[in-house]
């Protein structure tokens, strides 16, 4: 973790975060997250996708007869899941200017996820992140949605509702997510109020948890990659409860390899006849 790079990042504008509360969301086009900070993560969520089947359901969710991931593919806590991700300087970047967002010195990640929209893949329908929570969501937080790749507008991009995050919480129908079953979202009349937000490596957004928002369909030929990090402004009881980071558990013979071998052989070899590990 790079502190100084921490110290000296690019904060939002007043206009901008004028604009976020406003609208609900807030499109950064600035390229203000360190690029090969992007990548590095981007290249770790990868190894775990490689890995997909390995990880508990609850954490990777979904179906697919092959064991592959399906075409809209999650890994939820994935800084538990890797901790090197939690403390690298792209997290921790977002954690400062989750801070300056919601006036407070520190800020809480409750809830993570690496969502990767394969070609193919259908769109997400109207729906807001608050109805979606099994957890709630506590009444300060914000909500980022970081790029791993360039996001073009034909990969299924973000789409908002300005000024939808005003209107409470909808009820959503339960499918293969928390949905709104209707055309709009409540007080969204026409579709030429909606947003559409394509981004690209170092670009980020937020959004309010009660923002309207959705995806389109991914007709392109690349993998649509992202990272979503949720902050609050107070700690929030969402039950990890994954014990040792699930990286070491479950994908150490194939992050580490050989460091792994001679580790373990080590140990073996200072064991006293009879001793079990």
Not at 39 to 52: A, P
Request: glycine share 8%; proline share 8%.
């Amino acid at each position: 973790m790079d502190q100084g790079r921490i110290a000296n990042l690019q904060v939002l504008t007043s206009e901008q975060r004028s604009r976020y509360e406003n609208d609900g969301f807030l499109a950064v086009t600035d390229p203000i997250l360190p690029i090969e900070e992007v990548t590095y993560v981007r290249e770790r969520i990868d190894h775990l996708f490689n890995h997909w089947s390995t990880l508990p359901r609850r954490l990777a969710p979904g179906l697919s007869d092959n064991g592959a991931p399906p075409l809209l593919a999650k890994i939820h806590r994935v800084c538990d899941v890797d901790r090197a991700i939690a403390r690298c300087t792209l997290v921790m970047s977002c954690q400062k200017i989750a801070a300056e967002i919601l006036g407070m010195r520190h800020v809480w990640c409750r809830f993570d996820s690496a969502i990767y929209k394969h070609p193919g893949a259908g769109p997400v329908t109207w729906h807001q992140d608050s109805a979606w929570s099994t957890i709630g969501v506590p009444k300060r937080s914000v909500h980022f949605w970081i790029p791993l790749n360039d996001h073009s507008s034909d990969s299924g991009t973000l789409e908002f509702a300005p000024g939808s995050h005003r209107s409470g919480v909808a009820e959503h129908e339960i499918g293969n997510c928390y949905s709104y079953t209707g055309q709009n979202p409540p007080d969204m009349t026409g579709a030429g109020l909606a947003i559409n937000a394509p981004l690209s490596v170092g670009n980020f957004s937020l959004h309010s948890p009660w923002i309207w928002h959705r995806s389109g369909p991914n007709v392109g030929e690349k993998v649509r990659k992202a990272l979503t990090l949720e902050f609050s402004a107070s700690p929030w009881p969402a039950p990890r409860q994954l014990g040792r980071p699930l990286v070491s558990v479950l994908l150490a013979p194939q992050i580490h390899g050989a460091q792994v071998a001679r580790r373990r052989t080590r140990r073996t070899q200072s064991l006293p006849l009879g001793s079990s590990a």
